[in-house]
C-alpha cells in the first residue's frame, strides 16, 4: 500500500479526478434534497419516524412533508443505509454548511477511494502496466460515473462498497487472513443495507467460492453470522414495527412499474398510482405499505400470465436497453454522444468479456456469473440509466480481461 501511495501517477490521477468532480459539481449537482430523500428525512425530523407516507384521513395516507402532529407510517419500502448516511450528514453539518453540498463532496470523495480500489484490484489480476491503467484511468473519466457523484443518488456509495466487498474477497482468497473475511462480511451486510437485491448476489458470492471454487463450511458459517449480525439492528427495526423480520418490501411495487399495460422499458409510475387510488380499503397501519405492495404483485402477475409472450419480449428489450440502448429513453441527455459512446463500447467489450470468462474457474467466472445475473435480474423489474453504472467496475474488469484476451490471441 506504502507503494501505491508513492505513486506519483496515481496521486496525479487522483487529483485531476477531484477537480473534473468539483467543474462538473459546480454547473450540474444538485441544489437540494429531493424527491423521498426529502421527505422521509423531512418526516423523521417532524415525527421521530421514518416514513414517507402521512395519513390524511381514515381511508386514505399520502406521500407528502407532514406537519406537526400528523401521524406518519414507517417505511420498508427501501434500505436505509444511504438514508442513516443522509441523517448523519445533517447531524454534523448542523445546520451551518449546506447539506446538500457536504452530501455531494463526501460522494466525490467516496468516488476517488473507489479509483484507488480498482486500481488497487487491477493490480492484482494484470500484471501488464498498460491494462492496469487502460482500466483505471477508463473508470476514473467515464462520464456517468463522474456524474453520479455530483446528484443526490446511492449509486457512488453502492460503487465505493461493491469495489471493497471485492478487495477484500480478493485479499482474502490469496492470503485466508480472517480479519480480511470480517471485513468482507461487513461490507456485504452493508451492501444488503443500501440495495436488497445485494443479498441475492452476496449468497451467490460466498456460494460460489466458499462451496463450489473451494469447499469450506467454515467460511460460509462464519461470513453469514457476521453479516447478519451487520443488518441486525434494521431487522429488528423492522420486527419493533411489522412483527415480521423483513428488510425491504418493494418487490410489487417494482414488478408492477416495469410490467404494466405501456410496456416501458424505464417503467410506469402511473400504474402505481392507478392502483393505489383504486383501493381505498387498506387498513392505515404499520403494515400499510406491506399490503399495498402485496397488492402491486397480484397486478403485476395477472398482466404478465394474461400475456406471457408480449411480456417476455419486453423482458429482452430491456436486457438490450440495459447492455446497448433504450430508444425511448425520457431522461435528460441521455442521448448525449459522452454519455451513449462509452457506454455502448463498455458493454460489448464487457459482454464479450463475459462470455470469455465463462469458461474460466475462478474469480473471472465469477464476475462473469455475478455481470449476467445482475442484467438479468434487472431486466425482469425496470432499466434506468445509473443501472448499468452499478455494474461500471465489473464491467471494467471483464473489458480488461478481454483486452488481455486479444493481446494474447493476436499480439504476443
Known sequence: MNKI???????FLLLAS?????????FYSDKALANEWGLILHNYLISGVFGFNVVINENLAIPKFAEVGEIVLPTVFMPPLYLYFIYFIKILSNEIVNLTSIIIFTQIISSLVSILLLYLILTKLASNKFFIWVGTL??????????????????????????????????????KNFFYLILFSIIGGLLILIRGEY????????FYFFFIYKRNYKFILISLFITLLTISPYLQRNYKYFDTFIL???????????NN??????GDIQSIENIKNSKKNIKLDNNYEIHLDNLYKEKALYFIKENPIEYFKLFLLKVFS????????????????????????????????AIFALRKKGFYQFLSIY??????LFSIFFILPRYSLMLLPVQILLTIDFLKYLDRKFFN
Do not use: C
Not at 425491504?248 to 416495469?258: A, E, R
Not at 399495460?261 to 424505464?266: D, M, Y
Not at 446497448?324 to 464479450?352: M, R, V
Not at 455481470?371 to 438479468?376: A, D, G
Open 261 to 266: 399495460l405501456s410496456f416501458k422499458v424505464e
Open 248 to 258: 425491504t418490501k418493494s418487490f410489487g411495487y417494482n414488478l408492477l412499474k416495469g
Open 371 to 376: 455481470f449476467f445475473m445482475n442484467v438479468f
Open 322 to 353: 440495459f447492455l446497448i440502448l433504450d430508444f425511448n429513453s425520457t431522461y435528460p441527455n441521455y442521448f448525449n454522444f459522452f454519455h451513449l459512446f462509452p457506454k455502448i463500447f463498455i458493454s460489448i467489450t464487457s459482454t464479450l468479456g
Open 199 to 206: 443479498l441475492v448476489f452476496y449468497l451467490f458470492t460466498i
Open 5 to 11: 501511495y508513492k505513486d506519483k501517477k496515481i496521486i
Open 18 to 26: 477531484l477537480f473534473t468532480r468539483i467543474f462538473v459539481a459546480y
Open 138 to 175: 477508463s473508470f476514473a473519466f467515464f462520464p456517468l460515473n463522474i456524474y453520479a457523484t455530483t446528484q443526490i443518488s446511492s449509486v457512488s456509495f453502492q460503487i465505493f462498497l461493491n469495489l471493497t466487498f471485492f478487495y477484500y474477497l480478493i485479499l482474502f482468497l490469496n492470503q
